[in-house]
């Protein structure tokens, strides 16, 4: 069983910067792929990013790219979004994802495991 858990969502000022963590309970994450996405209220869910299991391929929403970045600490069982330069349209509930597959995929079919989310509000 694959357990997510993920924190540091909160609300913050446009402009500002938040990080968030995505941690596996209960096990050894490194032999994943995880992907962050996001839910606005009444629109789909969609890619954000994603990071391979050993951290050597990622890929970024055009949306979000150059602003945020994912990493991994696979001996800390977690994976990292930081998140800079804010816009209101970034507010969402953020879920971190997992799934075998090597590549950093941004398909959500692709991933079988997934967070109960956290909630990132951005103020104007």
């Known amino acids: 069983q694959v357990q997510l858990v993920e924190s540091g969502g909160g609300l913050v000022q446009a402009g500002g910067s938040l990080r968030l963590s995505c941690a596996r309970s209960g096990g050894i994450f490194s032999s994943y792929t995880v992907g962050w996405f996001r839910q606005a209220p009444g629109k789909e869910r969609e890619f954000v990013a994603a990071?391979?299991?050993?951290?050597?391929?990622?890929d970024y929403a055009d949306t979000v790219r150059g602003r945020f970045t994912i990493s991994r600490d696979n001996a800390k069982n977690t994976v990292y979004l930081q998140m800079n330069s804010l816009k209101p349209e970034d507010t969402a509930v953020y879920y971190c994802?997992?799934?075998?597959?090597?590549?950093?995929?941004?398909?959500?079919?692709?991933?079988?495991?997934w967070g109960q989310g956290t909630q990132v509000t951005v103020s104007a």
């Open positions: 990071i391979s299991w050993n951290g050597g391929n990622t």
């Open positions: 994802a997992a799934t075998r597959t090597l590549s950093a995929t941004t398909k959500t079919y692709d991933y079988d495991y």
